[in-house]
Structures are given as structure tokens and as C-alpha cells.
């Protein structure tokens, strides 16, 4: 029995950090989202059961900002998958320049989320913007685009920004698989007659597939928590049109004081993205995906 | 044991904050009292909102003032977020300084414990010195509250349009003036000043946080400045008032100012205008700091705020950022008195306003470049001794926050974008406003509705 409290000891440190840092703002925010807690009426905080709830399925917005926030998410990730792969694939291959060329197009990971919807927010500026200027030059608008005002538009630049900040990450992730496949593979499918679009379906993907299955997953989970972006370049606006669930949860929050209601969209927040990895691992057999 | 090893934790962590919490408000205000019994007069004066910027002014006043009279002033502050709190403390331990600037909201808790001293044979006296709004609004207000005046304002922050002097002579359109400015005629300058060819729209307009402020204004002309009537039913849904909405809204919807303005706020409204891509905004006097730093004197000027087709009355704020007012436990009041007298004497005063884009509080501004006669701000002077200028009511005495950075301009918003109806924005924040001033008035027994605030 002994032995076994030693590595619980090692813990410890580590348990204690997390459980004060992570466990009791968790915990507190499940608890928050039971209450009338206001921080414009600090002296009248009591729980009122599911009412934080009720209002947020009564809310005219909830299915709105609900949609959006999976269209956000389902357009973002498959974007940045399927350019993060081409991009990966493009690198694979020595060439001249390689290097640099690299450097310049993993850039943007390196950004911070305030910088780039600051660079999205006035390039889209419907006034001043440099896309607007662009279009003009290349004939195919003589108007100008109001991006951020228009419904659609503006969760479509948040959409853009978001894909172009996070190409590089996937690109990072696929290319360090593809350099891991061994070439003695390729080449024994050479010898056999094995056309590129075979070798590409057949020995590239299953190599690369665990690589890709948890990068798609800590991906969706990061998107679907982000809310710079939006904040930065619309701040959901306008009428609510481009906001996401965790952006509409800070606008209430910090914007509405309400850490009640903010705390019951925390809550949907938390069981959505649950049930979303408990699936997705299932579905992907992910504990199987190594094995060959 | 780790139950109990996290609990001692977490109380060792609050027993910290405590201690940090409660040392910082308490130090630096008695060093000078025992000085005072000399010869020489030492006066205290604390300062609720320090700056370097105002510290600085300060500290030059007292140096003049020292010069003048002889008498010394020192300078105290504190922080405006612990500033009720100390002025509390030290009210109640009759440590209060000779001379304190505090806030309108506090007044009532001052004299209710009898802490300042009224002043009200200044008043009589030197009454003539000072705009109408001061006399009519502050003190007229202060007297009915507390029985007497006991405090000065330091500035004000009215509301005005700025606009775009140049475009306007270019164009060489009329602006009119007095009963004939109207907000219809403040539309139809906007639509006469937008020439998209050119980039230049009529307006910055406001259509997120804080979209409904200036609206609400522009509805009030219709109700005489209620909001309410007395049960606390929110009247601003009118056929009139809902006819208003969409005139104000169609400078928006007509494209007479940019389809980006859905988004912007204060910043964006000044910054797009400083920038020159409108042609007017309507806003407080501080936006006019804005301009002086950015702009051209000969590209900007300031109109009055449009009257009432109804009754002719302007629709106007006063707010004094805070006042200044005498401590009872005072040695020196004369000195303090006098103190105030030099703050306020025009040179100063204009000095201080400056600051903050405020307006001065005093009618003799002389040949000043800004606040004289031919200066930017002689309008807002004019406003403040205008017999139709109307302080109405905002939303409500009690806290609407909530409302403000997320409703209000989100409702505006879904109507111009054609999701709603304007007698649906109407009728929903009425619905909310009217929920509240009821829970406000069954809550307060014998609370009223607060009546606009005239000059007559």
C-alpha cells in the first residue's frame, strides 16, 4: 500500500495548482450558472435554479449565435485542414529557398489573435479597406463593401482570418508526419506500379491519420473556444449576426455583467464540447488509428 | 489532510488580500493640520480624481493663489476608486480637508451628515458671475434637495454638433438657426453635406454601444423630456415617436453616412470624422479637444443642439464631472471660500476646462481663442444661457448597464438591417424600461419620476 502513495506525493504540487487554478474556477462557474449573479447588483446574488437557462433558451439569439458558432468552427477547421495539407505537401519536397519560403508562410502562427483581427478588421474596412481598394482595381465591384456591416459578410471575415491564422499549424503538424513515413514504402509502391493518387490515398494518409485526427481535434476545441477574432473584428456585431457562443458568453460577461447568464452559456460551452470528443474519438477509433 | 492543507491555503491567501486591501487609503492626509494655528494660513485641498495633467494644473493655481493672498494650499489626492470611501472615513473622524472637490452623488450624504458648509451668500452675491444653467439647474437643484447651495461646479459637458465649416461654405448652404433648427433640418444638412463621389457622408452615426443615447434625446423633443409617465409606463412608443425612429434611421438606411457605421461607437464616430469622412457629429463638448488636435480651426465649427418642432426646447445634458465645496470642520472657511472664488475666477477656470473639453462656468470669458465670442465654443456658452435649454431625464434611476452595452443598440440595430420593425424597438425596450422604473417605484416608496430640468 505504501508504494502506492509515493507517486501521489510527486504529484501533489501539480494536483494543487491545477485544483486551485483550474478545479474551483470550474466548479464555481457550474455553480454561477444556478445564480442571479450580477456584478451591477453585487448585494443581490441567490440562486434561482434554471433560470439562467430558460433565459438562454428563450433568448431570439440563442439559435442564431448557435449556428453561427458551427459554421465558424465547421468552415475554419476544414479549411485550415485542407490548406494546411496541400501546404504540407508543397514543403515536403526539397526546393530552392525552401527554408525561407517556411518561415514567411508558418508567419501567421506566430501572431497574436489581437494583431491579426486588428490587420482582418481594418483590411475589411468598408471605408479605408485594402480588399474593397482591391476588387476595385480588379473591376469587380464599383461599391464599396460594407464587410463588418453586413450580416453573413462579417462572420465570413472573422472566418477568413481565422483560417488564414491557423493554415500554418496544420501545415506544422502534417509536414512533421509526412517526414516521418519512411521513403523504402514509396519506393517498394514504385517498383510495384502504384500510381501517385494510390500512394497519396493508400500509404500517405493512413501514415499521417493519427497526426491528423488530433490535430483536427485540439483544433475544433481551440476554434470553438476562441473569441478574439471575433471580438477584435466585429464584436459580434451587427445585431448579434456574427457572434459565436464563447464571444456572446464574454459580451455578457463583461460586457453585460451578467456572470449568471455568462456562466450558463459556459456550461452549453463545456457539455457541447464533451459530447463532441467523446464522439469524435469514438468515431475515429482513435485508441485503433496507429495500428496497421 | 489535503482538505485541510488546501483550506488553510486559501485562508493564508485572503488573510494577504486583506491586509493589502485595507493599508493603501489611509496614509498621506494628516501631515499638515498642526501648522494651521500660525499666523500663516495653510489650507487643504484633496482632489477625487487625480491625474499628473490635473495635478500639475493644480498645484500652478495654489502657486498663484499663494502669490496673491499668502496663503498656502496643499495639494492631496486619492485615487477616484477609494475616493467615496475616504472622504467617508475622514468626514466621519472630522478630518475632512478645508476644501474638497466631490461629486453631485455625494451631496446628499455630505449634508446629511453634516459635513460641508453651505454657501449660500456667495451665491447671492456673486450669482450674476456665473451661466444660466448654474444658477437655474445646479443650484436651483441643490437647494431644493438640501435646503441650500453648497457647492460650485467645475465645468460642464453639454452636448452640440460638430460640423464641417468648410464643406458646408463650399456647398454654401444655409444652415438655419434658432425655432428653424430643427432635427429635420439637421437631417437635411446631413443629406446635403454626403457626397459620396468625394468620400464624404453627412454624418458619423452611431449604431453600436451607446446608439440609443443620442436617440433617445431626439425623442424626448417629442414628450417634453419625459420618458415616463406617472405610473412609469415608457411613453417614447408614440406613432410620433416611432416616425422619428425611422427619419433618424433613414439617414442610415438611404446610405447618407457610411454602411459601416452599424459598428461604431464614440471612437469610431470621432476618429471617422477628425479623419474626415463625415460631415457632422453630434456629441459632448469633449469631442471639441478632439478636433483642436487634429483638425484645422477653419474646417470645424459647432452648432447648437436642434430644438423641438412641439415646444422649441433643446434637448441638452449639463453634467458637472464634480464640484468643489467647503468642509465644516474647516479653520480657514473664509480662506477656502475664497480658494473656490479663485478656481472658478474665469483665467483658471478656462485653464481647467481646457483639460477636459468642459465649458466654462462663468459668463466673462473675454477675448479667449476657444471659449470668446469667435471661438468653437461660444456656441455651447450660448446653450447654457439659452431660456429652451432642457436637461430631460435619462433612461431611469435605476441600473440599466446591461441594457446599455447590449440591448439598446442591438434592437437599433436588427431594425436597421431590416429584421424588426421600428415600433418593435420601441416596444421592446419600452417593455424592459417600463418593467424596471415599476420594480424601481414599487421597491422606493414615495420615489417620483424625476421631471426635465428647465431653465424657466
Known sequence: MKKKIEPWLFLFPVLLILLLLFGYPLINSVIMAFQNYKLTAPNDIYFNGIENFKKLAGDPDSLMILKNSFIYVFVSVIGQFLLGLILALALKKRFRGRGLYQSVVFLPWAFSGFVVGLIFRWSFNGEYGVVNNLLAMLGLTDTNIAWLGTPGFSLAVVIIAMIWMGIPFFAI?????????????????????????????????????????????????????????????????????????????????????DFGFAAALGVLLMVILGVYALLFLKVTKYDKAGDF | MKKRFLAALLAATMAGCLLAGCGSPKDSSSDDSKEGSSQEVTLRFIDVSPSPERQKYYEGVF????????????????????????????????????????????????????WILPIDEYVEEHGDEFVEAVKKINWAQEKERYGHVYSIPDGFMVKGIFYRKDWVEEIGYKIPTGKDWTYDAYFDLIKALTDKDKKQYGNSFRGARGAFDPLITYLQTYSGGYVYDEEGNFILNTPECVEALEKWCEIYKDGYVPQDSVNWGFVEMVDNFTGGLTGTISNDSEVAKACEEKMDPSQWGVLPMPVSTIDGKMMNTAGSPYSYTISKASEHPEEALALIDFLVRPDNNIEYCKMGGLIPIKNDVGDDAIYGEDGPYAVFQAELNDPNFT???????FNYTDLHQDMFHTELQKYLLGQQSAEDVLNHIGTELTTRMKQYLADNEGAEIETPKTMQ
Open chain 2, 63 to 114: 502657486e498663484k493663489f499663494e502669490e496673491e493672498t499668502g496663503v498656502t494650499v496643499n495639494y492631496e489626492s486619492v485615487p477616484w476608486d477609494d475616493a467615496a470611501d475616504k472622504l467617508t472615513v475622514l468626514g466621519a473622524s472630522g478630518q475632512l480637508p478645508d476644501v474638497i472637490t466631490t461629486h453631485p452623488l455625494w451631496l446628499g450624504q455630505f449634508t446629511e451628515a453634516d
Open chain 1, 173 to 257: 503538424m502534417i509536414l512533421a508526419a509526412l517526414q516521418s513515413i519512411p521513403s523504402d514504402v514509396y519506393e517498394a509502391a514504385d517498383v510495384d506500379g502504384c500510381g501517385t493518387m494510390r500512394q497519396f490515398f493508400q500509404i500517405t494518409l493512413p501514415y499521417i491519420k493519427p497526426t491528423l485526427i488530433t490535430t483536427t481535434l485540439l483544433r475544433t476545441i481551440w476554434i470553438f473556444n476562441s473569441l478574439d477574432l471575433v471580438v477584435i473584428i466585429t464584436d459580434g456585431g451587427p445585431a448579434n449576426t456574427s457572434q459565436t457562443l464563447p464571444a456572446y458568453m464574454y459580451s455578457k460577461a463583461f460586457g453585460s455583467y
Open chain 2, 391 to 397: 436637461v430631460p431625464p435619462m433612461y431611469g434611476p
